[in-house]
């Protein structure tokens, strides 16, 4: 870990709780320690059946989950927590290969972070992640739809032709973000910005998602009918002519 420092007080206000997963005493206790004197209630757990008894009695706001965890990896711990409802997760993970980096992400992860790291970007990964979850709040329920596609943001519930979506929390705000901006291309930087709320990333993070997304809503993935890639730009919703967004 880098910049070891004294984060922060919240002034003992509660900003949620995170459960953090990490079988390394050190990495788990300086995390904790940040998150906490950023203003967030705290569990721990060393390996994943911890983690899933923990997540069974309590369920965080959102998970910082350590990939390489004996036993059960971070992979299979996220597909269980997903498998009971959503939950925000941040992975941590000691290797740089962008192929895991990916399959974290395919799993079901809204970000990752790469060992060693600095706990005050950690704390705001997870501000970021937080933020973006909160955003939708009371006088939002108002339903988008376009292409058969029905999304009820206060709620979160998506639907195609009256099937049910199985959107992960991310996958429902860039589906949320695409159908009130249709028509318009938009840089995964931008992306990036608007719909995680950050202003640094790995520009994979948009990509993956973006290819979970059309598996999820399109007809033919391999011939997406809706969400298109704008060649040296990014990506661009496009609804037929008689669809409109809202109402």
């Known amino acids: 870990m880098q910049n070891i420092a004294s984060p922060p007080d919240s002034g003992g206000v509660s900003r949620g709780r995170v459960l953090v997963v990490d ?7 300086v995390a904790a320690g940040y998150l906490e004197r950023a ?18 009695v309590q369920r965080p706001d959102l998970v910082v989950l350590d990939l390489m965890l004996p036993g ?13 409802g959503p939950v925000p997760v941040i992975m941590l993970t000691a290797r740089g290969d962008e192929d895991d980096r ?29 933020r973006r979850d909160r955003r939708t709040g009371p006088g939002t329920r108002a339903r988008l739809g376009g292409a058969g596609i029905g999304l009820d943001p206060l ?16 996958e429902f705000d860039l589906l949320a973000f695409f159908l009130s901006h249709p028509g318009r291309a938009f840089t995964r930087e931008e992306l990036m910005r ?18 979970r997304l059309r598996g999820k ?24 002519d008689d669809d409109t967004s809202g109402g």
């Open 155 to 170: 709620a979160r519930l998506a639907t195609r032709d009256g099937r049910d979506l199985c959107l992960t929390l991310r």
């Open 194 to 211: 608007e719909v995680w709320g950050w202003d640094f990333g790995d520009l994979s993070t948009v990509t993956v998602h973006v290819r």
């Open 217 to 240: 809503v399109e007809t033919d993935p391999a011939r997406p009918g809706l969400i298109h890639t704008v060649w040296g730009v990014g990506y661009r919703m496009d609804l037929p």
């Open 72 to 84: 059960m990896d971070g992979f299979e711990v996220c597909r269980r927590m997903r498998a009971r």
């Open 23 to 29: 079988d390394d005493p050190t990495v788990a206790e």
């Open 102 to 130: 990916i399959l974290g992400l395919e799993t079901g992860a809204d970000d990752y972070v790469t060992k060693p790291f600095s706990p005050r970007e950690l704390v705001l990964r997870v501000e970021a992640v937080l």
């Open 39 to 56: 203003g967030y209630d705290v569990g721990r757990a060393g390996d994943g059946p911890s983690a899933l008894d923990s997540y069974g």
